[in-house]
T-cell receptor
């Protein structure tokens, strides 16, 4: 199956710093990538949809100036948590859509996630 | 009301037991349905798609009831390795929005 990688897998940072998380599709091109956040014992929550070459679409309640998304190529999307605070500590997961033509829905392949802890 | 709701769990069952999970969704226009499995601190992985006609994959059987807007997952002959969180996932076409349920935790004990 298709492989999606994330880097770093975990990060600990001080409050006020910015953290960049990379999401890469390793063996396929992903026109669309998704960023999710998961707090302990809660569901995955979609933060934004990232389309290559255009601005990301953010879900209601997600601050676009705080969570900067850049989808610079068909294999790379980055999420930057700016001025991170302890409440931003969470598990961030990206997924990539294979974008196969002619299908109502394409399976999303998930990255392994990045655990962010803000002190 | 949440768009996708699941049994709260956790389910604690012995090896060999049969266990069933239910999931309800609120958007009648929802188009695609899936069960994902998520192990602790890992990413979700697709377990199976869910069709109106029902589908089976080994010990796993998934059912969709559009009239009642619910999805079910049945696991027969539970194994220790089935211990995980099972996520009900609903996708709306057009908007291409994927909604995850909160997940149901399953613990299978020897």
């Amino acid at each position: 199956g298709a492989v999606v990688s994330q880097h770093p897998s975990w990060v600990i940072c001080k409050s006020g710093t910015s953290v960049k998380i990379e999401c890469r599709s390793l063996d396929f091109q992903a026109t669309t990538m998704f960023w999710y956040r998961q707090f302990p014992k809660q569901s995955l929550m979609l933060m934004a949809t990232s389309n290559e070459g255009s601005k990301a679409t953010y879900e209601q309640g997600v601050e676009k100036d705080k969570f900067l998304i850049n989808h610079a190529s068909l294999t790379l999307s980055t999420l930057t948590v700016t001025s991170a605070h302890p409440e931003d500590s969470s598990f961030y997961i990206c997924s990539a859509d294979t974008g196969l033509a002619g299908r109502d829905w394409n399976e999303q392949f998930f990255g392994p996630g990045t655990r962010l802890t803000v002190l | 009301r949440k768009e996708v709701e699941q049994d709260p769990g956790p389910f604690n069952v012995p090896e060999g037991a049969t266990v069933a999970f239910n999931c309800t969704y609120s958007n009648s226009a929802s188009q695609s349905f899936f069960w994902y499995r998520q192990d602790c601190r890992k990413e979700p992985k697709l377990l199976m798609s869910v069709y109106s006609s029902g589908n089976e994959d080994g010990r796993f059987t998934a059912q969709l009831n559009r009239a009642s807007q619910y999805i079910s997952l049945l696991i027969r002959d539970s194994k220790l390795s089935d211990s995980a969180t099972y996520l009900c996932v609903v996708t709306n076409t057009g908007g291409f929005k994927t909604i995850f349920g909160a997940g149901t935790r399953l613990f299978v004990k020897a």
